[in-house]
């Protein structure tokens, strides 16, 4: 029977594609021996990640083929590693539109539930002080937050999402009429003055344009990243170019942009129509040096299921725009996990993932 140090050794040549490095030297795997019996445990940068299954599988064949027999393998959650300023949230992602109407809020509440779906611990936050609509988007409608021994406000839960919103403090006809210092105060409490636990993403769905709660916002929480949302017309583009600048003067990473209602497939013949016009967002990403995420089609049920409180991705699990949420999802995360990684490589931390927390799915072999 292999020792545990001789079974290290061997793990060293299995390879985590979005780190670039070996799941030993990353801190990604803790060995167990009971006798006879080895578990390996296996914490993945983010369980949204697409290739994590075939990771995980690779671990347990080397395993076995070193010599450690049945390998119990567990697929484990990571520690959240994020900012000093907020230790317990992983990843800190808006979702931004330079201009009002182009679906951001129903873009941010299916991409947290879809990451969600994936293993991962997300919360998501609704920053549109003026026009909050998460709480109809998530089927939270009349939800009262409480308050918590530490009298830090505890976030109402849907779709295994940990959801709050200045829509829960307010009455649904209530104007918020409030200027620009209360914004920002109010922002910052709905960021700091919350139990999130521990999070691996925290869905941050920004107020579109430029003004004060983008800008306190960004200040507050430092966001790791973030994704701006656009239709196919040329005039959105112009917005949402004041959005990625206005990113940049707050030195936040855009991470990429998402077409939303991009086409309209036909039920009845299965064909593509591209409603509002052809697409130009590929070409003007591709001038203004930013990442083309993709294109969302326009579904007829999704406004049915949001007044319902249903994210496509809940109501539809077989939707091509479920799919591709779905596939958002997973290469948000990698595109995240690999700028982290970018991020410590430089400022030469190296620090391991592998802190474990809640388990999630595993398997055995």
Known sequence: MIESDALRQALACVTEPALGRDVVSANLVEIVRDGEQFTVRYAPPSAALAHNAQVAERIRQVAIEAGAGPVRLEIVASAAQGSPAYPNIGCLLGVGAGKGGVGKSTVASNLAVALAQSGCR???????IYGPSVPILMGLRGAKPAVNAARKIVPAVAHGVKTVSIGFMVQDDMAVAWRGPMVGKAVTQLLQDVDWG??????????????DVVLSLCQAAALDGAVVVSTPQDVAFADVLRAVRMFSMLKVDVVGLVENMAYFLCPDNGKAYEIFGPSNSEHH?????????????????????????????????????????????????????????????QSALGEGFFTVHNHVPSTAG
Do not use: M, N, W
Not at 122 to 128: F, I, Q, S, T
Not at 289 to 295: M, V
């Open 198 to 211: 521990d999070l691996d993403y925290l869905v941050v769905d920004l107020p579109p344009g430029t003004g």
């Open 285 to 345: 990403c591709a001038a203004h040096d930013l990442t083309f995420l993709g294109r969302l089609p326009i579904e007829l049920q999704v406004s049915p299921c949001a007044d319902a409180g249903l994210p496509i991705v809940v109501a539809e699990p077989d939707s091509e725009l479920c799919t591709r949420y779905k596939s958002l999802a997973a290469d948000l995360a990698l595109r995240l996990v690999r700028r982290k990684a970018a991020i410590a490589a």
């Open 122 to 128: 997300v919360g998501l936050l609704d920053a549109d």
